[in-house]
């Protein structure tokens, strides 16, 4: 089995208890707006170009197969046609400077692991172990589970963590493959869940109540995205629907990390929500805690979360 990843990201500390290595996939069923892993929502390898890397040497110039390179135009010395690419790598070989690069790669399920488990002498000590996150697990399921089987099999604790999103059956198969399910919930009005998400959130709240009713080990994620799911009408309303089915639940506020700009920047997408985003103010950070704690759930204190590395910020 082999699937697309976007990076391994080893001795991280917020997606699981203890030390961790937590393998970032590509694929995601959804598009939000202020994404902080924009390289994981295709689950194809895309090319990407750094101008400021390229020696203009024309190494690459004759060797794509599919005629998706321009070189030597105006503008950008090379421009890659992506709807061509057929992500073969032979231009990325021949480049001496890196400046042609894959956002990710292909790899099996074993080496996948092998990368994951490498430090595992240290998640043993901790308590810790592998945290799929992406993306979204959901979305290279055979893959996924094939990792953590493989890290069970090391005795490590797993986690995932998803945005929910699939079909029943796919998310029972990580049932007795998972430790602990991170859930990402943004919005519970479902018009603006769709306009923001390009996703309707029915079938995600339908399986977080399923999930809940398993009585797994459950770590909920609202990011706060001010002015959009940093509301208070929106935070009341997704803690009346967590306490109703997932009563004491665990909590974790996300503030907006408008650093992820950079990436959208290199990757030639827009940037304008990230524009005029900022992180919430703390004080607004706290009121929202209380309205949640008020519910009766358990608000967790604010972590960073780990995102991908990748070659994006290399
Ligand atoms: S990866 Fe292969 S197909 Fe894509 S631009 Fe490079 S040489 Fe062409
Ligand atoms: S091979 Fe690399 S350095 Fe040379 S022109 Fe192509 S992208 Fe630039």
């Known amino acids: 089995m082999?699937?697309?990843?976007i990076d391994v990201k080893r001795f991280t500390l917020h997606d699981g208890p203890g030390i961790r290595s937590t393998l970032?996939?590509?694929?995601?069923?959804?598009?939000?707006?202020?994404?902080?892993?924009?390289?994981?929502?295709?689950?194809?390898?895309?090319?990407?170009?750094?101008?400021?890397?390229?020696?203009?040497c024309r190494g690459c110039e004759s060797v794509c197969p599919v005629d998706a390179l321009g070189v030597g135009g105006e503008g950008s010395f090379v421009?890659?046609?992506?709807?061509r690419c057929i992500a073969c790598g032979a231009c990325v070989e021949a480049c001496p400077t890196g400046a042609l690069s894959f956002?990710?790669?292909?790899?099996?399920?074993?080496?996948?692991a092998d990368l994951l488990l490498r430090d595992s002498e240290f998640y043993l000590q901790?308590?810790?172990?592998?945290?799929?996150?992406?993306g979204d697990p959901l979305a290279q399921a055979d893959f996924a589970l094939?990792?953590?089987s493989r890290g069970r099999a090391a005795g490590l604790s797993t986690a995932i963590e998803t945005c929910l999103f699939g079909d029943r059956s796919v998310l029972e198969a990580f049932l007795p493959l998972v430790d602990l399910f991170i859930v990402d919930l943004k919005l519970h009005d479902a018009s603006l869940h769709e306009e923001y998400t390009q996703r309707p959130n029915a079938p995600i709240l339908a399986n977080y109540g399923w999930l809940a009713g398993k009585g797994v080990d459950m770590l909920t994620r609202i990011p706060l995205i001010p002015g959009v799911t940093a509301t208070s009408g929106n935070i009341e309303a997704l803690a009346g629907f967590i306490q109703g089915v997932n009563p004491g639940a665990r909590v974790e506020l996300m503030n907006f990390?408008?650093?992820?700009i950079n990436k959208y920047v290199l990757m030639n997408r827009s940037t304008e929500?990230?524009?005029r985003m900022l992180p919430l103010p703390e004080d607004e950070v706290e009121t929202l805690r209380c309205l949640l704690e008020r519910k009766g759930l358990v608000v967790l204190r604010e972590t960073r979360r780990d995102s991908a590395a990748g070659r994006l910020e290399r």
């Open 2 to 5: 082999r699937g697309t990843i």
């Open 24 to 56: 970032f996939l590509k694929g995601c069923p959804l598009c939000c707006a202020w994404c902080q892993n924009p390289e994981g929502l295709e689950p194809r390898l895309r090319l990407w170009y750094l101008e400021r890397q390229c020696l203009r």
């Open 79 to 83: 421009v890659v046609n992506h709807a």
């Open 103 to 112: 956002d990710g790669q292909e790899l099996s399920a074993e080496d996948a």
């Open 126 to 134: 901790s308590g810790g172990g592998i945290t799929i996150s992406g």
């Open 146 to 148: 094939e990792v953590l």
């Open 257 to 260: 990390n408008p650093l992820a």
């Open 273 to 275: 929500f990230f524009d």
